[in-house]
C-alpha cells in the first residue's frame, strides 16, 4: 500500500484551493472494482471547510483486468470566510477488489 500527501498550503478565507492530484495504478490479474472512501463521504465538511473529490471517469465498477491500470482524482478545498485559522486533515481509502 502506497500513500500519498496533498499540500493546499495556505488560502485565504472565502476561496477554493486550485486542483491537486491523486494518482493511482492497479495492477490485477482478473478484473476489479475501484472504491474510494473518504471520510466521511465525497464532499466533507469538517470545521466548516469542503473538501471536493473529483473522481476519474475510468474509475468503474468493473474494470477489466491490467498491469498499471491509471486513475487521477482531483481534489479542492474550499475555506469559508469564517473558518479558524488552523491547520486541517482528511485521509480518504482506496481499494482495489477483484471480481
Do not use: C, H, M
Not at 471517469?57 to 491500470?69: F, I, R, T, Y
Request: charged residues 15%; glycine residues 6%; without cysteine.
Amino acid at each position: 500500500a502506497a500513500s500519498q500527501t496533498l499540500d493546499f498550503q495556505a488560502l485565504d478565507p472565502g476561496t477554493t484551493s486550485g486542483a491537486l492530484d491523486v494518482d493511482l495504478s492497479v495492477t490485477s490479474n482478473k478484473a476489479f472494482s475501484l472504491t474510494a472512501v473518504p471520510t466521511p463521504d465525497a464532499n466533507w465538511t469538517t470545521n466548516g471547510l469542503t473538501l471536493n473529490r473529483t473522481a476519474d471517469p475510468l474509475n468503474l465498477a468493473s474494470n477489466p483486468k491490467g498491469e498499471d491500470v491509471a486513475f487521477t482524482d482531483s481534489y479542492t478545498i474550499t475555506v469559508p470566510g469564517d473558518a479558524d485559522p488552523i491547520s486541517y486533515a482528511a485521509t480518504v481509502i482506496y481499494t482495489a477488489t477483484q471480481l
